[in-house]
T-cell receptor, first 113, second 113 residues
Framework: SQTIHQWPATLVQPVGSPLSLECTVE??????LYWYRQAAGRGLQLLFY??????ISSEVPQNLSASRPQDRQFILSSKKLLLSDSGFYLC????????????FGAGTRLSVL | KQEVTQIPAALSVPEGENLVLNCSFT??????LQWFRQDPGKGLTSLLL?????REQTSGRLNASLDKSSGRSTLYIAASQPGDSATYLC????????????FGQGTELSVKP
């Protein structure tokens, strides 16, 4: 069966510090991968998606970047965090090559202070 | 630009009631529509997926309908239970965009015992 792992679960970082959130999927090959952010009182916003290794589409211009160094690994990064980067970050995957159900990780709660 | 709206934003009902959550979208050119459940501080769990060619899907006490022409979907929950308390999100899937989902803001449901 397929599983998705996200870590860390909670993170508190000072303004200006770097960020690296990791997401891995097991039990499937060539998945589509997604990073979402859910800010307090706001809906879920798609940040990046990837349909293959090294293929990243950015949805919203911002202080963040994403990379996919391996087929089932998706990384969200920042060189210098802003206060506005605080939120709940969710990674998701779906079967590649088609529009199917998206399965979500447990999320990372990021607080930038 | 596709926009998804969910009404109401919050709903409180006594246990045992049947209830309907509403979702509307502005562009009828969707590939599918998904309903998710989110418990506080947790990731999303997929409840039902309706392909654009379908009119409804059922799972247990849940029934989701889709009317593409009017840009609406409803999630019907029969015989609500306190364990149904959560935020319910609908999301529309877009064609040819890597399985991208556009989410509504969610309806926060509270079922009182």
């Amino acid at each position: 069966s397929q599983t998705i792992h996200q870590w860390p679960a909670t993170l508190v970082q000072p303004v200006g510090s770097p960020l690296s959130l990791e997401c891995t999927v097991e039990g499937t090959s060539n998945p589509n991968l997604y990073w979402y952010r859910q800010a307090a009182g706001r809906g879920l916003q798609l940040l990046f998606y990837s349909v293959g290794i090294g293929q990243i589409s950015s949805e919203v211009p911002q202080n963040l970047s994403a990379s996919r160094p391996q087929d089932r690994q998706f990384i969200l990064s920042s060189k210098k965090l802003l206060l506005s980067d605080s939120g709940f970050y969710l990674c998701a995957w779906s079967v590649g090559g088609g529009l199917n159900i998206q399965y979500f990780g447990a999320g990372t709660r990021l607080s930038v202070l | 630009k596709q926009e998804v709206t969910q009404i109401p934003a919050a709903l409180s009902v006594p246990e045992g009631e049947n209830l309907v959550l509403n979702c509307s979208f502005t562009d009828s050119a969707i590939y599918n529509l998904q309903w998710f459940r989110q418990d506080p501080g947790k990731g999303l769990t997929s409840l039902l997926l309706i392909q654009s060619s379908q009119r409804e899907q059922t799972s247990g006490r849940l029934n989701a309908s889709l009317d593409k022409s009017s840009g609406r979907s409803t999630l019907y929950i029969a015989a609500s239970q306190p364990g149904d308390s959560a935020t319910y999100l609908c999301a529309v899937g877009l064609y040819n965009q890597g399985g991208k989902l556009i989410f509504g803001q969610g309806t926060e449901l509270s079922v009182k015992p």
